[in-house]
């Protein structure tokens, strides 16, 4: 367990986020649309629709970016807020991804990844909890990405919606996005 949550720590440090960015067609052009489309039917097992589990093996074989296959709960978020972005017309209901929603997914996909990233920075023991020691420790770093905090510890009661004592990923996710969280050294340019 500290093997592998180091080596994930210390590969967070050192993501391209322009290789990552590149390898997810999220643009409105011609090209971007082309591309997205072509990896949707690379994803699908050919029935018109994305599962979870075509999503988690396609981010392995076809996009090959270890990071976010490692990354599971950043999928599985985008995963369930894409496929709840709109109404299905598949006879197969809300539960899978079609390819009008795929842009949005790639796009949570992106988002999501970074939230992660940022979570696993705060995170140092690897629990995949957030402590309010680990919150206070990281106060700087944090600052950086979300602007001051006047109150760390009535911040962190905010984020901790649960009441559990700590932070899980989706109450830091929640909290990121209502303070567009934003890490410093990733590259914000994903319209490719």
Request: glycine share 6%.
């Amino acid at each position: 367990h500290y093997y592998i949550t180091n080596n994930l720590r210390l590969k967070m440090a050192e993501i391209d986020w322009t290789a990552i960015n590149a390898k997810l067609p999220t643009g409105s052009d011609p090209a971007s649309k082309a591309r997205r489309k072509k990896m949707f039917r690379d994803f699908d097992n050919g029935n018109g629709i994305l599962s979870l589990a075509e999503v988690d093996k396609a981010v392995r074989d076809i996009l090959k970016i270890d990071e976010i296959f490692n990354a599971k709960p950043a999928i599985l978020r985008a995963f369930q807020i894409a496929k709840n972005s709109t109404k299905s017309k598949h006879e197969s209901g809300d539960d899978y991804i079609e390819l009008r929603e795929f842009k949005f997914f790639l796009l949570s996909l992106r988002q999501y990844f970074e939230y992660w990233v940022a979570f696993c920075r705060t995170d140092t023991d690897g629990d995949r909890r957030i402590s309010l020691e680990e919150f206070t420790k990281a106060r700087s770093m944090i600052e950086v990405w979300v602007g001051p905090i006047a109150d760390i510890g009535a911040e962190f009661a905010k984020i901790d919606t649960n009441g559990g004592g700590t932070i899980l990923f989706d109450e830091f996710c929640e909290w990121a996005i209502k303070k567009n969280l934003d890490l410093e050294d990733d590259d914000d340019d994903i319209a490719m």
